[in-house]
Protein backbone atom coordinates (compact mmCIF):
# COMPACT_ATOMS: atom_id res chain seq x y z
CA UNK A 1 0.00 0.00 0.00
CA UNK A 2 1.09 3.49 -0.67
CA UNK A 3 0.49 5.15 2.46
CA UNK A 4 -0.63 9.25 2.17
CA UNK A 5 -1.05 11.03 5.52
CA UNK A 6 -4.20 13.26 4.85
CA UNK A 7 -4.42 16.78 3.79
CA UNK A 8 -1.07 16.68 1.62
CA UNK A 9 -2.85 17.32 -1.73
CA UNK A 10 -2.22 20.64 -2.52
CA UNK A 11 1.38 20.71 -0.18
CA UNK A 12 3.07 18.03 -1.76
CA UNK A 13 2.35 19.21 -5.43
CA UNK A 14 6.45 19.97 -5.97
CA UNK A 15 7.06 16.80 -4.38
CA UNK A 16 6.05 14.19 -6.07
CA UNK A 17 8.76 13.12 -8.66
CA UNK A 18 12.28 12.27 -7.55
CA UNK A 19 12.93 9.53 -4.53
CA UNK A 20 14.51 6.29 -5.65
CA UNK A 21 17.41 4.64 -7.67
CA UNK A 22 19.52 0.70 -7.07
CA UNK A 23 22.64 -0.58 -7.55
CA UNK A 24 25.53 -1.11 -5.35
CA UNK A 25 29.22 -0.53 -4.77
CA UNK A 26 31.02 -2.70 -2.14
CA UNK A 27 32.76 0.56 -0.31
CA UNK A 28 35.85 -1.92 0.40
CA UNK A 29 36.66 -0.97 -2.78
CA UNK A 30 36.81 2.76 -2.77
CA UNK A 31 38.98 4.43 -2.55
CA UNK A 32 40.92 5.61 0.66
CA UNK A 33 38.75 8.49 1.60
CA UNK A 34 35.24 8.89 3.24
CA UNK A 35 31.93 10.98 2.09
CA UNK A 36 28.33 11.86 3.06
CA UNK A 37 29.37 8.51 4.45
CA UNK A 38 33.18 9.78 4.72
CA UNK A 39 34.43 7.08 2.86
CA UNK A 40 37.12 5.81 5.41
CA UNK A 41 33.43 4.66 7.73
CA UNK A 42 31.79 2.80 4.84
CA UNK A 43 33.76 -0.19 5.46
CA UNK A 44 32.56 -3.34 7.49
CA UNK A 45 34.21 -2.36 10.37
CA UNK A 46 33.29 1.08 10.90
CA UNK A 47 29.73 0.37 10.63
CA UNK A 48 29.88 -3.41 13.04
CA UNK A 49 32.00 -1.07 15.53
CA UNK A 50 29.57 1.87 14.54
CA UNK A 51 32.39 4.03 14.74
CA UNK A 52 33.36 6.98 12.64
CA UNK A 53 36.53 8.24 13.89
CA UNK A 54 38.97 8.48 10.59
CA UNK A 55 42.48 9.86 11.27
CA UNK A 56 43.74 13.11 10.68
CA UNK A 57 46.27 12.78 7.73
CA UNK A 58 48.68 15.25 9.55
CA UNK A 59 49.25 13.29 12.47
CA UNK A 60 48.26 9.85 11.69
CA UNK A 61 45.33 10.19 14.84
CA UNK A 62 42.06 9.55 15.27
CA UNK A 63 40.06 12.85 14.72
CA UNK A 64 43.63 14.54 15.25
CA UNK A 65 43.53 13.60 19.36
CA UNK A 66 47.40 13.70 18.91
CA UNK A 67 47.15 17.38 17.64
CA UNK A 68 44.55 18.78 19.95
CA UNK A 69 41.85 18.67 16.75
CA UNK A 70 39.28 16.59 18.26
CA UNK A 71 38.42 13.13 20.03
CA UNK A 72 36.87 10.17 19.04
CA UNK A 73 32.90 10.60 21.32
CA UNK A 74 29.80 8.91 22.11
CA UNK A 75 26.96 10.81 20.36
CA UNK A 76 24.18 11.97 21.65
CA UNK A 77 20.86 12.46 20.62
CA UNK A 78 18.08 14.17 22.34
CA UNK A 79 14.88 12.72 24.28
CA UNK A 80 12.54 15.66 23.24
CA UNK A 81 9.48 13.77 21.64
CA UNK A 82 8.79 15.12 17.92
CA UNK A 83 5.45 15.99 16.42
CA UNK A 84 2.67 13.61 15.18
CA UNK A 85 3.36 13.62 11.65
CA UNK A 86 5.25 10.48 12.03
CA UNK A 87 4.08 7.88 13.86
CA UNK A 88 6.56 5.40 13.41
CA UNK A 89 9.61 4.36 15.50
CA UNK A 90 12.73 2.07 14.47
CA UNK A 91 11.54 1.94 10.64
CA UNK A 92 13.80 4.22 8.51
CA UNK A 93 17.95 4.96 9.68
CA UNK A 94 17.43 9.07 9.94
CA UNK A 95 15.57 8.68 12.78
CA UNK A 96 18.05 10.06 15.89
CA UNK A 97 20.76 10.29 13.00
CA UNK A 98 23.59 8.93 12.74
CA UNK A 99 22.94 6.15 15.40
CA UNK A 100 21.44 3.31 12.88
CA UNK A 101 25.24 3.92 11.56
CA UNK A 102 27.00 5.43 14.18
CA UNK A 103 26.95 5.98 17.65
CA UNK A 104 30.60 7.71 17.98
CA UNK A 105 32.03 10.35 16.01
CA UNK A 106 34.29 12.75 15.96
CA UNK A 107 33.73 15.91 18.55
CA UNK A 108 36.33 18.68 16.87
CA UNK A 109 37.63 21.28 19.72
CA UNK A 110 38.36 25.16 19.12
CA UNK A 111 38.18 26.19 15.43
CA UNK A 112 38.40 22.88 13.83
CA UNK A 113 35.56 21.15 12.08
CA UNK A 114 34.67 17.96 9.58
CA UNK A 115 34.43 14.25 9.92
CA UNK A 116 38.03 13.80 11.05
CA UNK A 117 38.88 17.15 12.33
CA UNK A 118 40.63 17.66 9.05
CA UNK A 119 39.11 21.11 8.22
CA UNK A 120 38.09 24.40 9.95
CA UNK A 121 34.79 26.03 10.81
CA UNK A 122 32.73 28.10 9.05
CA UNK A 123 34.23 31.51 8.80
CA UNK A 124 37.77 30.09 10.05
CA UNK A 125 40.69 29.76 7.55
CA UNK A 126 44.66 28.61 7.72
CA UNK A 127 46.99 25.82 8.57
CA UNK A 128 45.21 26.12 12.32
CA UNK A 129 41.90 27.58 11.85
CA UNK A 130 42.66 30.82 13.37
CA UNK A 131 42.43 33.25 10.67
CA UNK A 132 38.99 34.62 10.85
CA UNK A 133 37.80 36.26 7.32
CA UNK A 134 34.21 37.03 6.21
CA UNK A 135 33.19 36.10 2.81
CA UNK A 136 31.07 37.88 0.40
CA UNK A 137 28.10 36.40 -1.48
CA UNK A 138 27.24 38.50 -4.57
CA UNK A 139 24.16 38.80 -6.71
CA UNK A 140 25.26 36.69 -10.28
CA UNK A 141 24.20 39.75 -11.86
CA UNK A 142 27.63 42.13 -10.37
CA UNK A 143 29.77 39.33 -11.46
CA UNK A 144 32.20 40.26 -13.77
CA UNK A 145 32.45 37.77 -17.35
CA UNK A 146 35.24 36.37 -15.88
CA UNK A 147 33.98 35.56 -12.72
CA UNK A 148 30.66 34.40 -14.11
CA UNK A 149 32.85 31.62 -16.38
CA UNK A 150 34.91 30.58 -13.67
CA UNK A 151 31.26 29.93 -11.70
CA UNK A 152 30.69 27.58 -14.55
CA UNK A 153 33.53 26.21 -15.02
CA UNK A 154 33.96 25.44 -11.12
CA UNK A 155 30.02 23.89 -11.19
CA UNK A 156 31.15 21.75 -14.20
CA UNK A 157 34.33 20.49 -12.40
CA UNK A 158 32.57 19.16 -9.95
CA UNK A 159 29.98 17.33 -12.02
CA UNK A 160 33.42 15.87 -13.23
CA UNK A 161 35.01 15.10 -10.74
CA UNK A 162 34.74 12.10 -8.15
CA UNK A 163 34.47 12.87 -4.35
CA UNK A 164 37.38 12.04 -2.89
CA UNK A 165 35.96 12.23 0.43
CA UNK A 166 32.76 10.73 0.44
CA UNK A 167 30.36 8.13 -0.75
CA UNK A 168 26.55 8.00 -0.75
CA UNK A 169 24.57 4.56 0.38
CA UNK A 170 22.77 3.11 -1.98
CA UNK A 171 20.56 0.94 0.43
CA UNK A 172 18.93 0.67 3.80
CA UNK A 173 21.49 -0.59 7.02
CA UNK A 174 18.93 -3.90 7.06
CA UNK A 175 19.62 -4.08 3.36
CA UNK A 176 23.42 -4.07 3.68
CA UNK A 177 22.63 -6.58 6.78
CA UNK A 178 23.36 -4.96 9.22
CA UNK A 179 26.57 -2.68 8.18
CA UNK A 180 28.47 -6.51 7.03
CA UNK A 181 27.59 -5.90 3.36
CA UNK A 182 28.14 -2.33 2.74
CA UNK A 183 26.30 -0.60 -0.48
CA UNK A 184 27.54 2.40 -1.48
CA UNK A 185 28.17 4.41 -4.50
CA UNK A 186 31.22 6.47 -6.16
CA UNK A 187 29.54 9.67 -7.26
CA UNK A 188 30.88 13.28 -7.85
CA UNK A 189 31.35 16.34 -5.53
CA UNK A 190 28.55 17.98 -7.26
CA UNK A 191 26.09 15.06 -6.60
CA UNK A 192 27.47 13.87 -3.72
CA UNK A 193 24.99 16.78 -2.71
CA UNK A 194 22.22 16.44 -4.87
CA UNK A 195 22.25 12.40 -3.11
CA UNK A 196 21.99 14.10 0.32
CA UNK A 197 18.86 16.39 -0.74
CA UNK A 198 17.25 13.35 -1.84
CA UNK A 199 17.72 10.98 0.98
CA UNK A 200 16.94 13.91 3.69
CA UNK A 201 13.26 14.22 1.79
CA UNK A 202 12.49 11.12 0.47
CA UNK A 203 10.11 8.68 1.51
CA UNK A 204 10.12 6.63 4.45
CA UNK A 205 10.45 2.98 3.31
CA UNK A 206 7.95 1.22 6.06
CA UNK A 207 8.39 -2.51 4.61
CA UNK A 208 8.01 -3.49 1.16
CA UNK A 209 7.20 -2.39 -2.56
CA UNK A 210 5.23 0.34 -2.57
CA UNK A 211 5.10 0.74 1.13
CA UNK A 212 5.89 4.00 2.07
CA UNK A 213 5.34 6.89 4.08
CA UNK A 214 5.75 10.47 2.60
CA UNK A 215 4.37 12.59 5.44
CA UNK A 216 7.93 12.94 6.47
CA UNK A 217 10.85 14.88 5.34
CA UNK A 218 14.25 15.79 7.62
CA UNK A 219 14.84 19.07 5.88
CA UNK A 220 11.44 20.54 4.93
CA UNK A 221 7.51 21.35 5.49
CA UNK A 222 9.02 22.45 9.42
CA UNK A 223 11.55 24.44 11.72
CA UNK A 224 14.35 23.26 10.01
CA UNK A 225 14.05 24.18 6.65
CA UNK A 226 16.38 27.31 7.02
CA UNK A 227 19.43 25.52 9.10
CA UNK A 228 19.43 22.55 6.99
CA UNK A 229 19.48 24.49 3.93
CA UNK A 230 22.53 27.05 5.53
CA UNK A 231 24.39 24.29 6.25
CA UNK A 232 24.02 22.67 3.22
CA UNK A 233 24.87 25.77 1.11
CA UNK A 234 27.69 26.17 3.49
CA UNK A 235 29.68 22.30 2.80
CA UNK A 236 28.74 23.05 -1.05
CA UNK A 237 31.12 26.36 -0.45
CA UNK A 238 33.54 24.93 0.96
CA UNK A 239 34.27 21.37 -1.08
CA UNK A 240 34.28 23.92 -4.03
CA UNK A 241 36.95 25.95 -2.43
CA UNK A 242 38.50 22.23 -1.28
CA UNK A 243 38.21 20.70 -4.96
CA UNK A 244 39.49 24.32 -6.93
CA UNK A 245 42.25 25.50 -4.32
CA UNK A 246 40.09 28.88 -4.92
CA UNK A 247 39.48 30.27 -1.18
CA UNK A 248 37.74 33.42 -2.28
CA UNK A 249 34.80 31.30 -4.11
CA UNK A 250 31.55 32.25 -2.87
CA UNK A 251 27.72 31.08 -4.47
CA UNK A 252 26.29 34.15 -5.96
CA UNK A 253 22.72 34.55 -5.17
CA UNK A 254 19.27 35.21 -7.77
CA UNK A 255 17.59 37.82 -6.53
CA UNK A 256 14.15 36.99 -8.22
CA UNK A 257 12.01 39.73 -6.91
CA UNK A 258 9.54 41.09 -9.35
CA UNK A 259 11.32 38.88 -12.20
CA UNK A 260 9.21 38.22 -15.15
CA UNK A 261 11.13 34.81 -16.24
CA UNK A 262 14.15 33.33 -15.62
CA UNK A 263 16.78 35.52 -16.32
CA UNK A 264 19.28 33.45 -15.29
CA UNK A 265 18.58 30.78 -17.88
CA UNK A 266 20.88 31.83 -20.61
CA UNK A 267 23.56 30.05 -21.94
CA UNK A 268 26.30 32.05 -20.24
CA UNK A 269 25.03 31.44 -16.76
CA UNK A 270 22.57 28.44 -15.97
CA UNK A 271 21.95 27.15 -19.62
CA UNK A 272 18.80 28.90 -21.67
CA UNK A 273 16.17 26.55 -23.81
CA UNK A 274 17.01 24.15 -26.45
CA UNK A 275 15.39 25.36 -29.96
CA UNK A 276 14.57 21.93 -30.53
CA UNK A 277 12.89 20.89 -27.13
CA UNK A 278 12.27 23.82 -24.54
CA UNK A 279 12.13 21.70 -21.77
CA UNK A 280 15.72 20.31 -22.54
CA UNK A 281 18.73 23.25 -22.38
CA UNK A 282 20.43 24.73 -24.53
CA UNK A 283 23.67 23.24 -26.23
CA UNK A 284 25.39 26.11 -26.32
CA UNK A 285 25.52 25.66 -22.34
CA UNK A 286 27.71 22.67 -20.63
CA UNK A 287 24.59 22.24 -17.99
CA UNK A 288 22.73 20.67 -21.99
CA UNK A 289 25.33 17.24 -21.05
CA UNK A 290 24.37 17.33 -17.48
CA UNK A 291 23.09 13.84 -16.37
CA UNK A 292 20.19 13.64 -13.29
CA UNK A 293 20.31 11.26 -10.47
CA UNK A 294 17.98 10.18 -7.77
CA UNK A 295 15.13 12.05 -10.50
CA UNK A 296 12.70 8.65 -9.99
CA UNK A 297 10.47 9.10 -6.56
CA UNK A 298 7.59 6.90 -7.67
CA UNK A 299 9.61 3.97 -9.23
CA UNK A 300 11.72 3.75 -6.20
CA UNK A 301 8.63 3.88 -4.03
CA UNK A 302 6.65 1.25 -6.34
CA UNK A 303 9.97 -0.75 -5.71
CA UNK A 304 10.56 -0.04 -1.68
CA UNK A 305 14.11 0.73 -2.60
CA UNK A 306 16.60 3.72 -2.35
CA UNK A 307 18.32 5.71 -5.24
CA UNK A 308 21.22 4.03 -6.84
CA UNK A 309 23.02 6.92 -7.81
CA UNK A 310 23.16 6.19 -11.45
CA UNK A 311 22.27 8.54 -13.86
CA UNK A 312 18.42 9.31 -15.49
CA UNK A 313 18.62 11.01 -18.28
CA UNK A 314 19.43 15.30 -19.03
CA UNK A 315 18.09 18.22 -16.86
CA UNK A 316 14.71 19.15 -17.91
CA UNK A 317 13.34 22.59 -17.03
CA UNK A 318 10.91 24.74 -19.01
CA UNK A 319 10.82 28.13 -16.90
CA UNK A 320 7.07 29.64 -16.85
CA UNK A 321 4.74 26.92 -18.39
CA UNK A 322 4.25 25.35 -14.75
CA UNK A 323 0.53 24.90 -13.33
CA UNK A 324 -0.72 28.27 -13.14
CA UNK A 325 -3.25 27.11 -10.48
CA UNK A 326 -0.74 26.20 -8.30
CA UNK A 327 1.70 29.36 -9.12
CA UNK A 328 0.87 32.06 -11.23
CA UNK A 329 3.96 33.92 -11.37
CA UNK A 330 7.49 34.88 -9.56
CA UNK A 331 6.89 36.42 -5.52
CA UNK A 332 7.14 40.04 -5.59
CA UNK A 333 8.99 42.37 -3.59
CA UNK A 334 5.92 42.92 -1.36
CA UNK A 335 5.10 39.40 -0.47
CA UNK A 336 9.14 39.22 0.01
CA UNK A 337 8.52 42.46 2.78
CA UNK A 338 5.15 40.82 3.89
CA UNK A 339 7.25 37.68 4.65
CA UNK A 340 10.47 39.36 6.81
CA UNK A 341 7.50 41.34 8.50
CA UNK A 342 6.01 37.96 10.61
CA UNK A 343 7.45 38.59 13.84
CA UNK A 344 6.97 34.45 14.68
CA UNK A 345 9.89 31.73 13.60
CA UNK A 346 7.75 28.82 13.80
CA UNK A 347 3.61 28.13 14.52
CA UNK A 348 0.89 25.88 15.67
CA UNK A 349 1.95 22.14 14.22
CA UNK A 350 4.96 23.51 13.00
CA UNK A 351 4.78 21.64 9.54
CA UNK A 352 2.82 23.16 6.45
CA UNK A 353 -0.37 24.25 8.13
CA UNK A 354 1.27 26.97 10.15
CA UNK A 355 -0.12 30.22 10.33
CA UNK A 356 1.14 33.62 10.01
CA UNK A 357 4.61 31.29 10.51
CA UNK A 358 8.13 33.42 9.32
CA UNK A 359 9.28 29.86 8.18
CA UNK A 360 6.11 28.64 6.50
CA UNK A 361 5.32 31.60 4.32
CA UNK A 362 9.30 31.94 3.42
CA UNK A 363 9.09 28.01 2.57
CA UNK A 364 5.98 28.81 0.59
CA UNK A 365 3.21 27.24 1.73
CA UNK A 366 1.87 29.96 4.01
CA UNK A 367 0.09 32.56 1.91
CA UNK A 368 2.74 35.19 1.16
CA UNK A 369 -0.23 37.80 0.86
CA UNK A 370 -2.28 36.58 4.61
CA UNK A 371 0.50 34.36 6.13
CA UNK A 372 -2.36 31.87 6.42
CA UNK A 373 -1.22 28.40 5.57
CA UNK A 374 -1.74 25.12 3.64
CA UNK A 375 -2.51 27.23 0.75
CA UNK A 376 -4.28 26.27 -2.26
CA UNK A 377 -1.56 28.07 -3.90
CA UNK A 378 2.26 28.30 -3.80
CA UNK A 379 4.56 31.09 -3.00
CA UNK A 380 8.10 32.41 -2.71
CA UNK A 381 11.03 29.70 -1.81
CA UNK A 382 8.32 26.97 -3.46
CA UNK A 383 7.09 29.18 -6.56
CA UNK A 384 10.42 28.93 -7.99
CA UNK A 385 10.50 25.59 -8.38
CA UNK A 386 7.48 25.04 -9.58
CA UNK A 387 7.86 27.95 -11.67
CA UNK A 388 11.08 26.18 -13.25
CA UNK A 389 8.58 23.16 -14.41
CA UNK A 390 10.96 20.30 -14.42
CA UNK A 391 14.41 18.91 -12.48
CA UNK A 392 13.71 22.05 -9.87
CA UNK A 393 9.84 21.01 -9.51
CA UNK A 394 10.77 18.06 -7.61
CA UNK A 395 11.75 18.29 -4.07
CA UNK A 396 14.17 15.29 -3.86
CA UNK A 397 15.62 15.84 -7.29
CA UNK A 398 15.72 19.52 -7.29
CA UNK A 399 19.62 19.88 -6.50
CA UNK A 400 20.13 18.49 -9.77
CA UNK A 401 19.76 22.13 -11.69
CA UNK A 402 22.46 24.14 -10.47
CA UNK A 403 19.71 26.75 -10.38
CA UNK A 404 19.32 25.33 -6.87
CA UNK A 405 22.23 26.85 -5.65
CA UNK A 406 21.53 30.27 -6.28
CA UNK A 407 17.87 29.97 -5.72
CA UNK A 408 18.32 29.07 -1.93
CA UNK A 409 21.46 31.64 -1.52
CA UNK A 410 18.61 34.23 -2.18
CA UNK A 411 16.32 32.59 0.55
CA UNK A 412 19.10 32.15 2.85
CA UNK A 413 19.87 35.96 2.43
CA UNK A 414 15.85 36.77 3.27
CA UNK A 415 16.17 34.17 6.51
CA UNK A 416 19.34 36.24 7.18
CA UNK A 417 17.70 39.33 6.82
CA UNK A 418 14.27 38.38 9.05
CA UNK A 419 17.34 37.54 12.02
CA UNK A 420 18.63 40.67 11.94
CA UNK A 421 15.52 42.24 12.20
CA UNK A 422 13.91 40.83 14.46
CA UNK A 423 16.74 39.20 16.43
CA UNK A 424 15.07 36.04 17.94
CA UNK A 425 15.92 34.43 21.21
CA UNK A 426 16.48 31.24 21.31
CA UNK A 427 13.75 29.96 22.59
CA UNK A 428 11.62 30.84 19.30
CA UNK A 429 13.60 27.75 17.53
CA UNK A 430 11.45 24.52 19.03
CA UNK A 431 12.72 22.38 21.23
CA UNK A 432 10.18 19.47 21.36
CA UNK A 433 7.05 18.34 19.32
CA UNK A 434 8.24 19.60 16.07
CA UNK A 435 7.93 17.15 13.01
CA UNK A 436 10.57 14.21 13.39
CA UNK A 437 14.42 15.67 12.22
CA UNK A 438 13.49 19.46 13.24
CA UNK A 439 13.88 19.89 17.36
CA UNK A 440 16.65 21.98 18.23
CA UNK A 441 18.57 19.20 19.35
CA UNK A 442 18.22 17.12 16.23
CA UNK A 443 21.29 16.49 14.12
CA UNK A 444 20.75 17.36 10.71
CA UNK A 445 20.29 14.59 8.28
CA UNK A 446 22.67 13.33 6.12
CA UNK A 447 25.53 15.09 7.40
CA UNK A 448 28.77 13.58 9.05
CA UNK A 449 30.18 15.67 10.23
CA UNK A 450 27.26 16.53 12.54
CA UNK A 451 25.44 19.63 13.08
CA UNK A 452 22.80 20.42 15.28
CA UNK A 453 19.36 22.43 14.14
CA UNK A 454 19.65 25.08 16.82
CA UNK A 455 23.26 25.79 15.69
CA UNK A 456 22.29 27.64 12.50
CA UNK A 457 19.95 30.11 14.01
CA UNK A 458 22.21 32.37 14.64
CA UNK A 459 23.42 35.42 11.99
CA UNK A 460 25.49 34.73 8.78
CA UNK A 461 28.00 36.80 10.60
CA UNK A 462 29.02 34.24 12.93
CA UNK A 463 29.52 31.58 10.38
CA UNK A 464 31.66 34.26 8.48
CA UNK A 465 29.62 35.01 5.13
CA UNK A 466 27.50 38.26 4.19
CA UNK A 467 25.20 39.47 1.67
CA UNK A 468 25.99 42.20 -0.57
CA UNK A 469 22.48 43.47 -1.05
CA UNK A 470 22.59 43.59 3.01
CA UNK A 471 25.44 45.33 3.41
CA UNK A 472 25.91 48.85 5.51
CA UNK A 473 23.81 51.38 3.97
CA UNK A 474 26.89 53.39 3.79
CA UNK A 475 28.38 51.25 1.75
CA UNK A 476 26.00 50.53 -0.71
CA UNK A 477 25.07 54.72 -0.98
CA UNK A 478 29.23 54.49 -1.74
CA UNK A 479 28.85 52.04 -4.66
CA UNK A 480 25.79 53.94 -5.77
CA UNK A 481 27.83 56.77 -6.27
CA UNK A 482 30.95 55.02 -8.11
CA UNK A 483 28.63 53.65 -10.04
CA UNK A 484 26.74 57.23 -11.11
CA UNK A 485 30.13 58.52 -11.89
CA UNK A 486 31.16 55.34 -13.88
CA UNK A 487 28.03 55.89 -16.24
CA UNK A 488 28.71 59.79 -16.91
CA UNK A 489 31.63 58.72 -17.87
CA UNK A 490 30.63 55.60 -20.05
CA UNK A 491 27.25 57.45 -21.40
CA UNK A 492 28.45 61.01 -21.96
CA UNK A 493 26.20 62.14 -19.22
CA UNK A 494 23.00 61.47 -20.81
CA UNK A 495 20.17 61.55 -18.25
CA UNK A 496 18.58 58.71 -19.74
CA UNK A 497 19.73 54.98 -20.53
CA UNK A 498 17.81 51.69 -21.85
CA UNK A 499 15.80 49.39 -19.13
CA UNK A 500 18.42 46.99 -19.50
CA UNK A 501 21.38 49.22 -18.99
CA UNK A 502 19.74 50.24 -16.00
CA UNK A 503 19.82 46.91 -14.65
CA UNK A 504 23.36 45.86 -14.22
CA UNK A 505 24.73 49.81 -13.68
CA UNK A 506 24.13 50.17 -9.78
CA UNK A 507 26.51 47.50 -8.86
CA UNK A 508 29.09 46.50 -6.57
CA UNK A 509 32.52 46.43 -6.98
CA UNK A 510 33.88 43.39 -9.48
CA UNK A 511 35.44 41.68 -6.48
CA UNK A 512 35.04 41.62 -2.75
CA UNK A 513 34.87 37.81 -1.93
CA UNK A 514 37.06 38.25 1.42
CA UNK A 515 36.58 40.63 4.21
CA UNK A 516 38.80 40.68 7.23
CA UNK A 517 36.03 40.73 9.65
CA UNK A 518 36.48 43.70 12.44
CA UNK A 519 35.42 43.46 16.29
CA UNK A 520 32.45 46.03 16.23
CA UNK A 521 30.61 44.18 13.45
CA UNK A 522 31.34 40.76 15.06
CA UNK A 523 30.14 41.84 18.50
CA UNK A 524 27.14 43.67 17.20
CA UNK A 525 25.53 40.16 16.32
CA UNK A 526 27.01 38.06 19.38
CA UNK A 527 23.46 37.75 20.15
CA UNK A 528 22.64 35.46 17.60
CA UNK A 529 25.02 33.02 19.06
CA UNK A 530 23.16 31.00 21.38
CA UNK A 531 22.99 27.30 22.59
CA UNK A 532 19.21 27.20 21.17
Same mark, same amino acid.
Given at each position: ????? &? ?15 ? !? ?57 ? /? ?5 ? =? ?16 ? +? ?35 ? =? ?29 ? %? ?67 ? #? ?14 ? @? ?35 ? !? ?29 ? +? ?7 ? %? ?19 ? *??? #?? $? ?11 ? =? ?9 ? *? ?5 ? =??? !? ?29 ? @??? $? ?8 ? $????? &? *? ?6 ? $? ?15 ? /? ?60
Amino acid at each position: THRKA &PGLETAAVWDNSAKHCA !ATINAVNLPEYLAQFPRLCATPEALRTKECCPPWEGDGSACGASSGRGSCQDVEVPDQP /DGPQYPF =SGLDDRERWPLVFYNRTC +QCAGNFMGFNCADCKFGYFGVNCNERRESLRRNIFHL =SRTERIRLVSYLNLAKRTVSRDYVVATATYR %EMENGSVPMFADVSVYDVFVWMHYYVSRDALIGGPGNVWTDVDFAHWAPAFLPWHRVYLLHWEHEIRKL #TGDESFTIPYWDWRDA @QGCEVCIDELMGGPSPQDPSLLSAGSVFSSWKVLCSR !AADYNSRGVLCDATEEGPLHRHPGNQNRNVV +QRLPTSAEV %EFTLSLTNYDTGAMDRSSNMS *FRN #TL $EGFGDPQTGLGSS =SRMGMHAAIHV *FMNGSMS =SVQ !ASANDPIFLLHHAFVDSIYEQWLRRHRPSPS @QYP $ESNAPIGHNS $EYHMV &P *FLPLHRNK $EYFISSKDLGYEYSHLL /DARIVTMAVTAAVLTAKRRYGGLPWLPARKWKTLFILPERQPLIWSNDTVESSHRNYQTST
